[in-house]
């Protein structure tokens, strides 16, 4: 799915699938009957040249936001960091207060 985005991002496993807007995702605690479907969902995804941001949402007892950060590494991509709360909002308030050169790359 990150390809969309950006090229050179590592493939998912089915442990670290991520749903596809529109498509099933277990954001409670309780999952149905079956092969349950990834607990992360699929918001966001903005590059601004080397960096490399995605918004998802994951479910379980508590849903949380979270951003995971890439940096362009070569013909790839790194991962650099991860921001998890309950609001956009607070995500931003953290990205800026503990990185702001992060935080001015996106906005």
Known sequence: ????FANGMPRTTAEDAIAEPGEPWTAT???GP???P?????LLGARNGETLFVWYE????ARFLHVALF????SGWRFVGH????????????LKQNDSSVYDRFW
């Open 71 to 74: 940096a362009r590494e070569g």
């Open 1 to 4: 799915m990150l390809d969309r």
């Open 34 to 36: 079956g092969k349950p």
């Open 38 to 42: 990834p607990a992360r969902h699929f």
């Open 83 to 94: 921001v998890a709360d309950g609001t956009a909002e607070r995500i931003c308030t953290r």
């Open 29 to 31: 605690d309780t999952p």
């Open 58 to 61: 994951s479910g379980g007892i």
